[in-house]
């Protein structure tokens, strides 16, 4: 079974070693935490879990937390720099560079999603999936498959806490008439 690694970003109650018992027996054990359980608050967990899919490891991490008492609040983050695309790739700035400007390779480089003139930002999930099809990075099919989902889901947690609990039922219900999947992630992700 493939192994997905990612990061949570949560909320949560002060509990002492209690709360930390709790979520390594709610499953958290392949998890390494940064939170101060006596005083509560924010906090992030990094993952390392074997599980049929990326989507089945996120949201069973995220099902185990919200058992604890946490509110979960985002995924890993998906935006990256020039900078951090050519240090996850082992490249250097100027072949990303190239790449952007579409000077070296097959063009088509994603567009970012913050763009600035001095410090844009790319998708990670797109860049990485643009690099597979076009073979020029070895990049796991998990790193991209995590990508993927961790965006999707990040994006529905920001919207889910954007908004009252009877607004988001409605929005997941209008969602779920267009795609009948979004249903079951935006009530387990959002609810």
């Not at 990061?7 to 709610?26: K, N, S, Y």
């Not at 985002?74 to 100027?94: K, P």
Request: proline share 6%.
């Amino acid at each position: 079974m493939p192994t997905y690694t990612f990061e949570l970003r949560f909320t949560g109650p002060a509990g002492g070693d209690v709360l930390i018992d709790a979520l390594c027996e709610a499953g958290w054990d392949d998890a390494t935490v940064s939170f101060d359980p006596d005083l509560g608050g924010e906090g992030e967990a990094t993952f390392n879990r074997e599980a049929p899919s990326a989507i089945d490891a996120i949201i069973s991490a995220i099902d185990q937390g919200k058992r604890c008492g946490l509110d979960i609040t985002g995924v890993s983050d998906d935006t990256v720099t020039l900078g951090e695309i050519a240090e996850r790739v082992g490249r250097t700035l100027a072949a990303v560079d190239y790449w952007v400007k579409g000077r070296r390779g097959p063009g088509g480089f994603p567009a970012p999603r913050i763009p600035r003139e001095r410090a844009a930002l790319w998708s990670w999930a797109e860049v990485a999936g643009w690099l597979a099809v076009h073979k020029l990075a070895d990049i796991p099919p998990e790193d991209i498959e995590v990508a993927q989902v961790s965006r999707a889901v990040d994006a529905v947690l920001r919207a889910r806490h954007q908004v009252s609990t009877g607004t988001w039922e409605k929005i997941v219900g209008a969602v779920a008439a267009i795609t009948p999947l979004a249903i079951n992630i935006g009530m387990r992700v959002g609810a």
